[in-house]
C-alpha cells in the first residue's frame, strides 16, 4: 500500500485480524441469515514516516452516513468533555466574540460545554441521524464531512474561529490531507487546532488492540501526526495524556512558529524514541501479545461456559466488534449484548451476531465480559451491587482478568469512601 501520510511505498503489514465486518453496521433481526460484507483489517507500520495504518479503506460513506455512537451516552465522557472545554476557555482566553468549530461533532456534547461558559460553537458532523440529535438541541450543525472547502464555507458564513477542535475523529479521515489542509486555513486565520486522538503509545503498552478497526485508519504518536501536520504548514506547539478511551493524547497545534512550542513536546518525542516507535520490532511484539491475549480470554470464557454458566457481552461499542471477531466470541460462549444506547436496541452485532438488549430489562447473568472497558470505572460503580451479590466483570485488556466481590475494592476503592 502507499503511506496514507507521506506517500512511502515501504509499509508492512505487522497484524492481520482477518475479514471483519464494519464495526459499526448492525444487523436488524430480519436481516440475520444474510451475509453481511467484510473487508481485511490489517495494522500496517510505514518505514518512512512511522505511522500506524490500516491498509484498506471502507467508505466513509457506508461508516459515517449513519452512526450508532452518541458522544452524550456516558457520564464519563460528558464530564470530559467539560473537563476539556474548562481548561481550553481558561488557556486560551476564550469569550463570547470567540467561536469554536468541532469537527465530527456527533451529537454537540463538546460544543454544549462551550456554551457553558459563553463562546459560540459551530459542528461539523456527517451523520444525519445525530446531526438530527444536536440540532435538537440547539447545536448549530452544518451536515457534511470536513474538508478544505468545508473550511473556507465556514470562513465565509461564520467568520474566523478561535479554536477548531476534533476529538476521536483525526483518525477517522479518508481524505486526511484535504481535512488537515481545512485545518491550516483556518489556522492561517488565527485559529488554534486542538486534536484529541486514542494515543499509539497507550495502545502499544496496554495491549489495547480492539481500538483498531475499519473507522480507524491510522494511529498517531506525535511524531507521526507531525509528519502530517508540517506537510500542511502545521506544529504541535503542547501535549498531554488525557485518560480518557484507555489514554489520549491532547495535541495543540498551530501555524508553524505562532506559539510557543513547550518542553512537553520534545519530551514526549524522546519517549517515544526510547519505546521503539521508530521500529517494527515494537509493533510486531504486539502482534504477538494479541494472540496470547486471545487464548487467555478463551480459556475463561469456556470455564464459564462448561460450568453452565451464564455470560453477556456488556457493551456493543465498534472496539467490542473487534475484540468478538478477532477471537471468534460469539453465542456459542455469550447469550447478548447489553446496552443503554437505544440506537442500538433490538440489533445484533456485526459479525457475532449477538442480539443487542436493553441493560435496564435484561435479567443479570452470571458474568459480563466487559467490551467497552475503557469505562470500566464507571461500571464498576453502577453495579456494585450486582457484584457483591456475585456476579463477575470479564475485564479482558490490558489482560484478562476477573473482578468479582473478593477483589472488588482492588480495582474500585471508590465504593468504600463514605
Not at 461500571?379 to 473482578?403: C, K, S, T, W
Request: charged share 20%; aromatic share 10%.
Amino acid at each position: 500500500m502507499i503511506c496514507r501520510v507521506c506517500s512511502g511505498e515501504t509499509v508492512e503489514v505487522v497484524l492481520d485480524l482477518g475479514e471483519q465486518p464494519h464495526c459499526n453496521t448492525l444487523i436488524p433481526p430480519e436481516h440475520a441469515a444474510e451475509a453481511e460484507p467484510v473487508y481485511p483489517l490489517r495494522l500496517c507500520y510505514c518505514h518512512d514516516c512511522t505511522t500506524a495504518q490500516i491498509d484498506y479503506t471502507v467508505p466513509k460513506e457506508t461508516m459515517f452516513s449513519w452512526y450508532p455512537y452518541v458522544s452524550g451516552t456516558t457520564r464519563t465522557l460528558r464530564d470530559h468533555f467539560d473537563d476539556s472545554a474548562a481548561r481550553l476557555v481558561e488557556r486560551l482566553g476564550l469569550g463570547g466574540d470567540d467561536l469554536v468549530v468541532d469537527i465530527g461533532s456527533n451529537d454537540g456534547t463538546w460544543l454544549k460545554a462551550f456554551a457553558r461558559h459563553g463562546v459560540r460553537g459551530i459542528g461539523v458532523e456527517p451523520a444525519e441521524n445525530v446531526v438530527e440529535l444536536a440540532r435538537a438541541d440547539g447545536v448549530e450543525t452544518l451536515h457534511r464531512f470536513f474538508e478544505e472547502a468545508t473550511a473556507r464555507e465556514i470562513l465565509h458564513g461564520h467568520g474566523a474561529p478561535s479554536l477548531v477542535t476534533a476529538a476521536g475523529v483525526f483518525f477517522h479521515l479518508e481524505e486526511l490531507h484535504s481535512a488537515t489542509e481545512g485545518a491550516a486555513i483556518l489556522c492561517e486565520a488565527g485559529a488554534r487546532f486542538c486534536i484529541q486522538a486514542i494515543y499509539l503509545g497507550e495502545m502499544l503498552s496496554k495491549n489495547h488492540f480492539d481500538n483498531i478497526y475499519h473507522e480507524h485508519l491510522t494511529y498517531w504518536s506525535l511524531t507521526s501526526i507531525s509528519s502530517l501536520l508540517e506537510l500542511h504548514g502545521l506544529e504541535v506547539f503542547d501535549v498531554s495524556l488525557l485518560p480518557i478511551h484507555g489514554g489520549t493524547m491532547e495535541y495543540l497545534v498551530g501555524r508553524k512558529g505562532a506559539n510557543p512550542v513547550q518542553p512537553s513536546v520534545a519530551q514526549l518525542r524522546k519517549d517515544e524514541t526510547a519505546a521503539g516507535f521508530d521500529r517494527v520490532e515494537t509493533y510486531r511484539a504486539f502482534a504477538e501479545r494479541v494472540w496470547e491475549i486471545r487464548d487467555r480470554l478463551l480459556d475463561i470464557l469456556t470455564q464459564y461456559r462448561d460450568a453452565g454458566k451464564t455470560v453477556y457481552a456488556f457493551g456493543a461499542p465498534a472496539k467490542g466488534a473487534t475484540m468478538l471477531n478477532s477471537f471468534g466470541i460469539d453465542t456459542g460462549f455469550l447469550d447478548c449484548a447489553t446496552e443503554r444506547n437505544p440506537l442500538k436496541f433490538d440489533q445484533l452485532m456485526p459479525g457475532s451476531r449477538l442480539p443487542i438488549v436493553d441493560e435496564e430489562k435484561a435479567d443479570p447473568p452470571d458474568a459480563y465480559l466487559i467490551l467497552p472497558w475503557n469505562f470500566l470505572g464507571e461500571f464498576l460503580l453502577r453495579n456494585r451491587d450486582y457484584i457483591m451479590g456475585g456476579g463477575a466483570f470479564i475485564v479482558p485488556l490490558p489482560e484478562p482478568h476477573v473482578i468479582t466481590g473478593e477483589n472488588f475494592s482492588a480495582y474500585c476503592p471508590e465504593h468504600e469512601q463514605p
